[in-house]
């Protein structure tokens, strides 16, 4: 602010229009505003993403097995919920091979 003032008060004529100057300070304010805002959001879901995996590492620590199992079925869920294939396992019994399940939703 000082160097500003200073190379301002070295020019004959004036550096800001009227209302310029004040507008530009609002400006600025809010681009500072939102920075802390997205530095907050980053911050606090920083902070859920650590306790998260420390909460994991804990049912890791004490059952990994079951925690190792339950990742992957999650994961499985999440990948695969929005599908509409059906993946049989072979072997499975009595089970068509292809049921045309999308066929089946659109009827209903």
Known sequence: NQGLR???SS???PLW??????????KAR???????AYAKEVEDR?????????????????????????LYLETMERILGNTDKVILE???GNVLPYLPLPAIKKQN
Request: net charge neutral; proline share 4%; glycine share 6%.
């Open 6 to 8: 200073e190379w301002e």
């Open 11 to 13: 020019l004959d004529m």
């Open 17 to 26: 229009m009227p209302g310029q100057k004040a507008a530009s300070r609002q």
């Open 30 to 36: 809010m681009y500072i505003l939102e920075a802390e």
């Open 46 to 70: 920083a902070i859920g993403e650590a306790d998260r995996f420390n909460s994991l590492y804990q049912a890791y620590k004490k059952a990994p097995e079951v925690t190792r199992k339950r």
């Open 90 to 92: 072979s072997g499975s």
